[in-house]
């Protein structure tokens, strides 16, 4: 088997990928729930190993240095439950620790470094073992499942994400500055993401573009599901 290649024996992978703010976790979790798949947050691994890190005391400036040996050392796993998979770091579940305002402002930095990648890659990719998986994030159909069944790509406007950021951050959206803000905010966000030189944010050759501006979510969640079963069901 080829590095990559996967043999689900259950079912296909489903990978949604796209920029910051267009959905693709949220998405992704529903559409795994409708049709019965297991929802990978690719996301949440890498919140983990900040959390991991700032817990260790290590300055920011210094995880470049950091090798891929000490990063599985620290123990950031996954299991699977009924319908996702429970994140852990050392002996414990982490869940709410992984939403907090450092960790946010930290794990874009960390995303960028190769140990980081190299670590959480056979995590997540033995997270497809079975098939039925559903996975989000920003590689997950070039990198992480290059031979996905079906790969989707989620994009909104720049302006509609920035609104939409606002309101799970518990915002107001109505003011301008607020706005203008939260999209340089994530202007600049796309630029690192894109340039960045291990697992750049890209649409696969193969993946299906859904423009997610003028859909309410029911109906881009309906979207990848009508997507997902033409696609697998002959």
């Given at each position: 088997?080829?590095?990559?290649?996967h043999?689900?024996?259950?079912?296909?992978i489903?990978?949604?990928?796209?920029?910051?703010?267009?959905?693709?976790?949220?998405?992704?979790?529903?559409?795994?729930?409708?049709?019965?798949?297991?929802?990978?947050?690719?996301?949440?691994?890498?919140?983990a190993?900040?959390?991991?890190?700032?817990?260790?005391?290590?300055?920011?400036?210094?995880?470049?240095?950091v090798?891929?040996?000490?990063?599985?050392?620290?123990?950031?796993?996954?299991?699977?439950?009924?319908?996702?998979f429970?994140?852990?770091?050392?002996?414990?579940?982490?869940?709410?620790e992984?939403?907090?305002?450092?960790?946010?402002?930290?794990?874009?930095?960390l995303?960028?470094?190769?140990?980081?990648?190299?670590?959480?890659?056979?995590?997540?990719?033995?997270?497809?073992?079975?098939?039925?998986l559903?996975?989000?994030?920003?590689?997950?159909?070039?990198?992480?499942?290059?031979?996905?069944?079906?790969?989707?790509?989620?994009?909104?406007?720049?302006?509609?994400?920035?609104?939409?950021?606002?309101?799970?951050?518990?915002?107001?959206?109505?003011?301008?500055?607020d706005?203008?803000?939260?999209?340089?905010?994530?202007?600049?966000?796309?630029?690192?993401?894109?340039?960045?030189?291990?697992?750049?944010?890209?649409?696969a050759?193969?993946?299906?573009?859904?423009?997610?501006?003028r859909?309410?979510?029911?109906?881009?969640?309906?979207?990848?599901?009508?997507?997902?079963?033409?696609?697998?069901?002959?």
């Open positions: 088997m080829t590095v990559g290649e043999r689900p024996s259950e079912g296909p489903v990978t949604v990928d796209g920029p910051a703010g267009s959905g693709k976790s949220s998405t992704a979790k529903a559409v795994a729930r409708v049709l019965g798949y297991r929802h990978l947050d690719s996301g949440a691994l890498y919140r190993l900040t959390l991991a890190l700032l817990q260790e005391g290590i300055a920011a400036d210094r995880w470049p240095d090798s891929e040996e000490f990063l599985r050392a620290l123990d950031v796993d996954m299991r699977p439950t009924d319908e996702a429970s994140v852990w770091v050392g002996s414990r579940v982490v869940d709410s992984l939403r907090t305002e450092e960790v946010t402002d930290h794990v874009s930095h995303a960028r470094l190769p140990a980081v990648r190299g670590c959480l890659l056979d995590l997540q990719r033995r997270a497809g073992a079975s098939g039925r559903v996975a989000d994030g920003r590689d997950m159909g070039t990198v992480v499942f290059p031979h996905a069944e079906v790969k989707v790509y989620l994009v909104a406007d720049v302006a509609e994400r920035a609104r939409r950021r606002l309101l799970q951050e518990g915002a107001p959206t109505g003011g301008e500055a706005l203008a803000l939260q999209i340089e905010t994530i202007t600049d966000r796309d630029r690192r993401d894109s340039e960045r030189d291990i697992s750049p944010l890209r649409k050759d193969d993946a299906h573009e859904i423009d997610t501006t859909l309410d979510f029911q109906d881009q969640v309906a979207a990848v599901v009508t997507l997902v079963r033409r696609l697998t069901i002959s």
